[in-house]
């Protein structure tokens, strides 16, 4: 996996771009004056990235994820993880036959959804599920494969499932790694 250097990156134009970011060269990245990328996050191959989008610290969309923000935007907190082939949409359009749809149809003759989605602190998110606008997935919740998430969640769950449905609670150790891991990488000189 080769990744674009700082000095192309600082180029690009991205709003706001944190230190030792990792992007591939294979991954698709648009509307990059609208992108914030955090400290030690990274990009992988062949994803594709676009609208308002802020990728918080220490995160990482494995390849093949799409993350649509849309106007609306998607916010990723510190620590999220979106495992290969993760889709997540800030805007929709309506399904139900009483519009038009598609992106080549202008506005007036449809009725699509456009709402923020927000992912907390500590989110994993397994290979292949769906987020779907204006859902909030509350901080240290995961998800199983193949999970469509399509309502908002509650703190500190497992989730699974087609729609999703919490399985069970998610350990909370995680946490006191965190301080550990922040601690040594940021007062122990190397």
Request: some cysteine; overall charge neutral.
């Amino acid at each position: 996996m080769a990744y674009y250097s700082d000095e192309q990156l600082n180029q690009m134009g991205f709003r706001h771009l944190g230190k030792n970011v990792k992007v591939s060269d294979k991954a698709s990245i648009y509307n990059v004056d609208q992108i914030e990328i955090g400290d030690n996050s990274r990009v992988d191959d062949f994803c594709v990235i676009s609208g308002r989008v802020r990728i918080g610290k220490f995160c990482h969309i494995t390849p093949m994820c799409l993350v649509a923000g849309g106007t609306p935007g998607i916010s990723f907190s510190d620590f999220c993880t979106l495992a290969y082939g993760v889709k997540v949409f800030s805007q929709s359009d309506d399904y139900s036959g009483a519009t038009l749809t598609n992106s080549l149809v202008p506005r007036k003759f449809k009725r699509e959804v456009f709402e923020e989605v927000t992912l907390g602190k500590h989110v994993i998110v397994g290979a292949g599920s769906i987020i779907f606008p204006g859902v909030h997935v509350a901080e240290g919740c995961s998800f199983g494969a193949m999970t469509l998430i399509n309502k908002s969640t509650l703190p500190w769950g497992v989730y699974v499932g087609n729609p999703a449905r919490r399985l069970k609670e998610r350990k909370q150790d995680l946490l006191a790694l965190e301080q550990k891991f922040l601690e040594e990488i940021y007062n122990d000189p190397i």
